[in-house]
């Protein structure tokens, strides 16, 4: 009877742990986020963002890429700490931005918002 008692006891013990290292193991059953790439300036040499209008996870990163038609930036509206105020000349050139808030998030290219590149991040 007692023998009975201090198995029971262990295979709790046993499954505790099992149970904790799978939450560990997993990040906490997390979904792993998303890298998502927007072009400055488009394939085709249009001033614009590629995509315009991107919708993001709370958690997901926008990796910024320099593609055609240089300097870039991105200015987000209100939100000075996701802005990149910097010029990207360099094709190729990259940042990334996480975004934790939901929300939605306006951003233009400052030498091209006057020809209309503009662009929206809708975080869920």
Not at 15 to 20: Q, R
Not at 46 to 54: D, I, K, Q, R, W
Request: with cysteine; charged share 15%; hydrophobic share 40%.
């Amino acid at each position: 009877m007692v023998f009975a008692s201090l198995s029971r006891f262990w295979y709790q013990i046993l499954g505790a742990f099992l149970v904790f290292g799978f939450v560990l193991g997993t990040g906490g059953l997390s979904v792993n986020a998303a890298t998502v790439e927007v072009k400055l300036g488009t394939d085709s040499g249009m001033l614009a963002f590629e995509p315009s209008t991107v919708t993001i996870k709370t958690g997901d990163t926008i990796k910024f890429i320099n593609n055609k038609l240089a300097p870039h930036n991105a200015v987000f509206d209100g939100h000075e700490e996701l802005s990149h105020s910097d010029l990207a000349f360099a094709p190729g050139e990259s940042w990334e931005e996480t975004f934790s808030t939901p929300g939605t998030y306006d951003y233009w290219c400052e030498p091209h918002r006057g020809a209309g590149m503009v662009g929206k991040v809708i975080v869920e």
